[in-house]
């Protein structure tokens, strides 16, 4: 199993472009989730989603969009980039309520 | 609202002393509680969750209500130990999200 995997590992984006990040898992979880790490904040959830076909917004929504159509595929959008999202974007994945969380490698964005 | 509160961003501590990373955490259902580590260049991975009770990698964690802590102590520190760690609070029982505290970067120095 690739377990959680995350595309891509970096990127620079312009003020305003958008661009997809690509989150899948293998193991066949119901649960996934995005988070996003700065220095000082922590670990800060955006969008989950309990099932193929339902999401939910976490802490820190605005400004991203999810859809999940498949279990295996979790993608999040970021429809015109603002520099504050520069950041560290975490997908995980976790088998049903209360089991571990497993992470992705992250993907390191840059807005400029 | 949950809230979880890990006071120290940096903490360091020779190889072979005694660690305590703290925890503190607001909730107002029945908690579950979780610690997960990240090292250098590696993925968040969980460490230990409160209600397996189980020692990993000589770390242990017990959670007290009274105080609403979570604490996490290893007797002997490792060079290895050195890596960020994050404490997180879910709802007993399972919850779908959970809330992590902004974590501490804990250094084992030789």
């Known amino acids: 199993n690739a377990g959680v995997t995350q595309t891509p590992k970096f990127q620079v984006l312009k003020t305003g472009q958008s661009m997809t990040l690509q989150c899948a898992q293998d193991?066949?979880?119901?649960?996934m989730s995005w988070y996003r790490q700065d220095p000082g904040m922590g670990l800060r959830l955006i969008h989950y989603?309990?099932?193929?076909?339902?999401?939910d917004q976490g802490e820190v929504p605005n400004g991203y969009n999810v859809s999940r159509s498949t279990t295996e595929d979790f993608p999040l959008r970021l429809l015109s980039a603002a520099p504050s999202q520069t950041s560290v974007y975490f997908c995980?994945?976790?088998?049903?309520?209360?089991?571990?969380?497993?992470f992705g490698p992250g993907t390191r964005l840059t807005v400029l | 609202a949950q809230r979880v509160t890990q006071p120290e961003k940096l903490l360091s501590v020779f190889k072979g002393a005694p660690v305590e990373l703290k925890c503190n955490y607001s909730?107002?259902?029945?908690?579950?509680l979780f610690w997960y580590v990240q090292y250098s260049r590696q993925r968040l991975q969980l460490l230990l969750r409160?209600?397996s009770r189980e020692s990993i990698k000589g770390f242990t964690a017990d959670l007290n209500k009274g105080e609403t802590s979570f604490h996490l102590k290893k007797p002997f520190a490792q060079e290895e130990d050195s890596a960020m760690y994050y404490c997180?609070?879910?709802?007993?029982?399972?919850?779908?999200?959970?809330?992590f505290g902004k974590g501490t970067k804990l250094t084992v120095n030789p």
């Open positions: 995980a994945s976790s088998r049903d309520r209360g089991n571990e969380q497993f």
């Open positions: 193991m066949n979880h119901e649960y």
């Open positions: 989603s309990v099932g193929a076909g339902i999401t």
């Open positions: 909730y107002s259902g029945s908690p579950e």
């Open positions: 409160h209600i």
């Open positions: 997180a609070l879910g709802r007993q029982g399972g919850s779908e999200k959970l809330v």
